[in-house]
């Protein structure tokens, strides 16, 4: 799927809109306008370009998961930001990945504050026969302030970062 594919599907879903400034358009946010892309289709050369706005802000809005013992979340948010929170009594709580085919050249980042320690836990588990790593275990996120970054290949899912206190 190329990028224009992809932004016309953002379109359709009425979640951005499309405005017109000199000879770029600029996708804007419908509930919060300050977030935009400004892009220049130029399709003889089968490219996009972005203008990048001085002083314009970054956004990135994560996908919020609150743990709870023996909670599961299936992941199957289009975000690739995921902010990670634990609530309630000690335990671990799985989040199952999407598959690796199905998530080909995609990365997730997973980050959370300093309700997650030892005894409150969230377990990142692979699709079915999906490995992280090379493993079939699930990465365990249990301290404060903890932080993984994973790339599927399109068959498996590769951690390029991991930060822990």
């Not at 809109?17 to 306008?33: Q, V």
Request: hydrophobic share 35%.
């Amino acid at each position: 799927m190329s990028i224009l594919q992809e932004i016309l599907g953002f379109v359709k879903k009425k979640v951005y809109t499309f405005i017109k400034d000199d000879d770029y358009f600029i996708l804007a946010r419908k509930e919060r306008p300050k977030l935009y892309i400004s892009f220049k289709p130029d399709m003889a050369a089968g490219l996009i370009k972005f203008k990048d706005y001085k002083n314009s802000l970054s956004y990135i809005e994560p996908e919020l998961i609150i743990g709870t013992p023996g909670g599961v979340t299936n992941y199957n948010s289009e975000k690739n930001f995921v902010y990670l929170k634990y609530s309630g009594a000690n335990g671990i709580h799985t989040i199952n990945l999407p598959s690796a085919s199905g998530s080909k050249y995609r990365s997730l980042r997973f980050i959370c504050d300093d309700s997650l320690t030892a005894n409150h836990e969230i377990y990142i588990n692979p699709s079915g026969t999906d490995t992280i790593d090379g493993s079939v275990s699930p990465r365990q996120v249990d301290r404060n302030y903890e932080g993984i970054t994973l790339w599927s290949d399109g068959t498996q899912w590769i951690v390029i970062q991991a930060k822990a206190h």
